[in-house]
């Protein structure tokens, strides 16, 4: 299986939760205010509870612990990027029991926002999700009825690029097979059987979010490169940023043999240093 | 061709969408109250988006018809644009529209037939000649075979004689050029890069050899047609380079029958330059030097190129057959 460690999945609950935990060897690390798990890649996983508000900030809970873990292996020049999956089962008016739907829009019925996830997947048929707060019986609209999507999403484009925050949701219950119909089995059983898709959805984020962080991370090169800068100087939070933009800029323009030199020489301030890396490139 | 298609609520009837949804029936289709709410959201990313593009099919309100920036075009009249569509199928990195937008899906703006009105007000309203500019948010004839844009709005200049329509392109979809009688006031204007420019930041666009030969076709067709050369990007090459474009093209290019010709050096607003730096940290354009001036970013050029080139250019060509872009 490809590493998807940049992944954060968010399930409602256990049981919508247990075949992927199993599937992705999700260990829980955290069983305080949300069951939190992880595995050795580096993927990590919430479980919210039922509704909006705990979707909302059991998304948020796992958005700051995957913050607080990237920052403590970077030098804060900024942190990997991750993806966002949100699975669960919802009710759909005519759809198959076990079918599949990626969110082509998110209408929160309560407060009437409707938002629009990039259609970046594919292979996976696409439909409206719409956010209840009770169970919806009657199946309205041609779309997908659950509890969770809008409150995971409010809270999950705050921690990435809205390319990367996607919604999964398999039927359980349609105007045939009423919602009293679900069991724990059933959903234990639908996600298992989903499961190959779930891991497809999570390849695809996975690609598209190595290539933004290959695009926007420094390389290993450039950290050593400002870490030293670091050590040696003291920098203001805006002079940091200027010296990232700089190393960006030797790197990008194939100056970087010229960057070591200019830094290893002494300077009596990190203005110093910035004032030359930044003449140097006037002078090309 | 799309990852989806968006439809808002007020276009769902309109005959154009209808037929594009016929069309593209097996792309997702997905409602939307106003393209604002796909489009113009904070916390997209433009690059991300633009390996897979959504279209956006709208209307567009409010003035439709602008005048144009100064500089932009050719003596001859009042100059105007107007745009049927944001954004572009090619992907070339020093265009502005990375800059200017927040997402890379395009939006086609279905009402044809308010540009035409719109149009139509603003050549009756001017004194003596006008010119149309279509081209500036979008590449008209790169989309043709999607947005019909040349089968609406050639008639409608076929009407309006004392009004010049300029196609801008870097496009060879011209078959629905070919297909008619040219009209002595419409201009296909084709932008060029040097050959080294164009593979390296050109991305999908039809290759200089294949534009050269569709500027023929279309000279041959009795078509007028005009030379963009632009955005100009310092290499260190930069003369030897463009000079064997000129040679590349006007050997196949009858002069006699050229619009004009004009140069451009690679320029943008500040704003839309400091967009596409976050866009693109790692781009090698985006690195260099540059100056600002009056709000509008260009690269330095130490040696005076620009000038230099268009003595080259006007080896070529007459004097009046040139302008800068500025």
Redesign the interface.
Known sequence: MVSLQNINLVFAHKFEAQAALDFFSLEIVDNREFKIYQNSSGMQAVVTGMGFENAKSATAKLGERALEIGMKNGLNMGVAARAWLNIGIGGHPEADIGSGFLA??IIHRNSGD?Q?P???L?GV??A?IVTVDKPELGYPENAVYEMEAAGFWASA?EYT???FVQVLKIVSDNKKQSIDTVTKELVVDLIKEKLETISDCCAQLQS?VN??NN??SLDVASLEIIKSCLESYHFTVTQKIQLK?LV???????LFAQLRKIVELTFSSSNELIGELSKY??R? | MF??I?IEDEVREHDRVKELLERFSSI?H????RYG??FN?K???F???K??P?LILAKKYGNLVLPSPDGYGFDGGKSYYFSHMLNCIYDCRYCFLQGMYRSANYVLFVNYEDFESQITESIKASDGPSIYYSGYDCDSLAFEPVSKFCDYFLPVFSIHTSAVLEIRTKSTQVRSLLDVKPLPNCIVAMSFTSDGASLRYEHKVPTIRKRIEVLQKLQQAGWLVALRFEPIIWDSNLLENYHKLFTEIFHRIDIDFLHSASIGEFRMPTSFHKNI?KL?????L????IQIDNGLVTLIDKEDSLRQLEQILLRYIKPEQYYRCA
């Open positions: 082509s829009k409707t629009f990039a259609p970046v594919t048929e696409k409206a484009i690029s809205l390319e598209l290539e933004y695009a926007y933009r960006q800029r030797y790197s990008a323009i194939h490139l006037s090309q | 990852s989806a968006y997702p997905i409602d939307c109250q709410e796909v959201r916390g997209q990313n690059r991300i988006q390996k897979s959504a730096v693109y940290p790692d781009e090698e985006f690195a260099r030097e």
